[in-house]
């Protein structure tokens, strides 16, 4: 089945609130689940509408999705990442005619992606970590190549991530047989509820520990500070990220969160930054804004000179085209905005006084 948009998928614009998204799920869910619907597709429809929920329903998830399509989705959370968390049991808590709808969503029909209560429920990835990095016009221009240090959850070097005193080993949790969970079964009228909650001796992990790690307290995690290396692609801009995969917290039994680094730069002396055109304001004297001629300005890349015409009035910009950042994802660059302001003398000599009175009169003013 082709992958469709989760906003198409459910029929709600990209807007909508978390209620509409609610309303629009729990028709289609009806419509489409399995004990009522028994047309082939109704299965993969089913599982459609219900990832399309789960994503849509969590705002990290959306705005995950909304920035980067089912790419990111599926690059950042697997199949019990996705579903984790979602209410499934508030829609159809009064659907007394759908009593196993629980058991389904958790136990998985069909190759439905639901892990349920087939084995251990650990958090898959660890935490993502944010590092802020302040970088200069010149480099956010050009790229530069960093290495930052960044405080961070690693796998303990003496148990090797296990949490078990070395020598020692882990043994399957007696409380829930090493499934990670424990469930309880409630029924209500035709309603059967199932309710699977993290197993509170072993919290999730279906192993235990007689002899922790001294060095880790069990957690199989240690502090450390990793020394990394960071490409700033040339075009960087105000408060973008860096996604570095794999450089976030470690976790135990699972893959490490990601690190974004976001840009923050530095305020320039001349310059000022407006998407990918730099601004720059200067000022001009009057005899050249009357005659004209060539201003010299700087530039992010050294120097560059502006043809003046006769006549430039204070406010007039001058385009100086490629002059300005790179667009980081795309060919070419922005441009220099030159703006000029005219220079009025306050304090002139006997001399420019004779020659501005001389001025106005060829102009016939009189001062």
Not at 164 to 193: D, E, H, L, W, Y
Request: charged share 30%.
């Amino acid at each position: 089945m082709d992958k469709r948009d989760y906003y198409d998928v459910l029929g709600v614009p990209k807007g909508a609130n978390k209620d509409e998204i609610k309303a629009a799920y729990r028709k289609l869910a009806l419509q489409f689940h399995p004990d009522r619907n028994k047309s082939p597709e109704a299965t993969e429809r089913f599982k459609e509408i219900s990832e399309a929920y789960a994503i849509l329903s969590d705002d990290e998830k959306r705005n995950e999705y909304d920035r980067f399509g089912r790419a990111g989705i599926y690059e950042r959370y697997n199949t019990e990442d996705i579903f984790r968390g979602a209410d499934f049991d508030s829609i159809f808590r009064d659907m007394g005619g759908f009593g196993g709808i629980f058991e389904q969503l958790l136990r998985g029909f069909g190759g439905f992606g639901f892990q349920g209560f087939a084995g251990p429920q650990r958090p898959s990835r660890g935490q993502d970590l944010a590092y802020d990095m302040e970088i200069s016009f010149e480099d956010a221009a050009h790229g530069v190549s960093r290495e930052i240090e960044v405080p961070r959850l690693a796998q303990c070097n003496t148990c090797n991530g296990t949490g078990a005193q070395p020598g020692s080993q882990r043994k399957t949790c007696k409380t829930c047989n090493g499934r990670g969970q424990v469930q309880q079964i409630r029924r209500s009228g035709f309603a059967q509820m199932i309710q699977i909650t993290t197993c509170p001796r072993c919290n999730g992990a279906g192993t235990t520990i007689d002899k922790p790690c001294k060095n880790c307290g069990g957690t199989g995690l240690m502090r450390d500070k990793t020394r990394l290396q960071v490409k700033v692609p040339a075009g960087a801009d105000e408060g973008q990220s860096l996604r570095l995969r794999g450089e976030g917290n470690m976790i135990q039994g699972g893959r490490p969160g990601d690190l974004y680094v976001r840009i923050h730069l530095k305020p320039h002396e001349y310059f000022k930054r407006d998407g990918d055109n730099i601004l720059y304001e200067t000022r001009i004297s009057y005899p050249k804004a009357a005659m004209g001629g060539e201003l010299e300005v700087p530039a992010i890349d050294g120097k560059a000179r502006v043809k003046i015409p006769p006549g430039t009035r204070a406010g007039t910009v001058f385009r100086l085209e490629g002059k300005g950042f790179p667009h980081v994802e795309g060919w070419g660059r922005g441009d220099e905005l030159v703006r000029v302001d005219v220079d009025i003398p306050r304090d002139l000599s006997k001399r420019e006084r004779e020659l501005l009175s001389e001025l106005a009169q060829l102009r016939g003013e009189s001062l």
